[in-house]
């Protein structure tokens, strides 16, 4: 593809943009302005706060897919009100315990997946040297060609394309329940009277 040179110079600006702040000790800074206990935890948890709010853990989310591989993460959570440190804290690991728990159960019905793919297509490969040997059906053999192509491609498709998906965001929801959860007043302005 040709560019002119606007183009290629955008290109190298969007390539650029970084879209997280690396600190000084080198770990991935997720800064949030909650200001109030109703953007940190759910609504609808009635007596106690160890629900997060979803749009707090879809922002969080969004920011935490272009944290680089070695970098740690610290989120920082701007309030306006009294906010307790331990529950936003005790909040975060539970969101992402439960959701590490969901991703594992994932990853072990994708290995099963791929082991039940594998086999079928074994099967149906065992049917088709059969199928060579002993008969001599132009339309059968395409038929169990055709099978047995579809049950390894399914194979290889899950173990190698989804399982990658599947790992990388179960190291992002690792790395999100071992972050560090920073809870930081902020001052209000005074309005100017006149």
């Known amino acids: 593809m040709f560019f ?24 991935a800074v997720i800064a949030v302005k909650a200001l109030s206990k109703d953007r940190i ?33 610290r989120i920082k959570l701007y309030v306006n009100q009294p906010v307790s440190q331990d529950e936003v804290r005790k909040a975060f690991k539970n969101k992402y315990k439960q959701e590490g728990a969901e991703i594992r159960s994932e990853r072990k019905r994708n ?22 040997k002993y008969f001599d059906n132009a339309y059968f053999d395409t038929i169990i060609e055709i ?13 190698f394309l989804r399982r990658t998906e599947i790992r990388r965001r179960y190291v992002n929801t ?21």
């Open 4 to 27: 002119s040179k606007e183009m290629k110079k955008a290109d190298k600006e969007v390539a650029a943009k970084k879209e997280i702040l690396i600190d000084s000790q080198g770990d």
């Open 111 to 132: 290995l099963w997946f791929c082991f039940a793919m594998v086999t079928l297509g074994l099967f149906s490969l065992a049917l088709l040297v059969l199928a060579y």
């Open 174 to 194: 690792l790395k999100l329940y071992m972050a560090q959860v920073d809870v930081i007043k902020i001052k209000e302005k005074k309005s100017a009277k006149a």
């Open 41 to 73: 935890f759910s609504s609808y948890d009635f007596d106690s706060n160890e629900k997060l709010n979803e749009e707090l853990c879809d922002y969080v989310w969004e920011k935490a897919k272009y944290v680089p591989v070695k970098s740690d993460v």
């Open 147 to 159: 099978v047995t192509w579809v049950f390894m491609w399914e194979a290889i498709d899950a173990f």
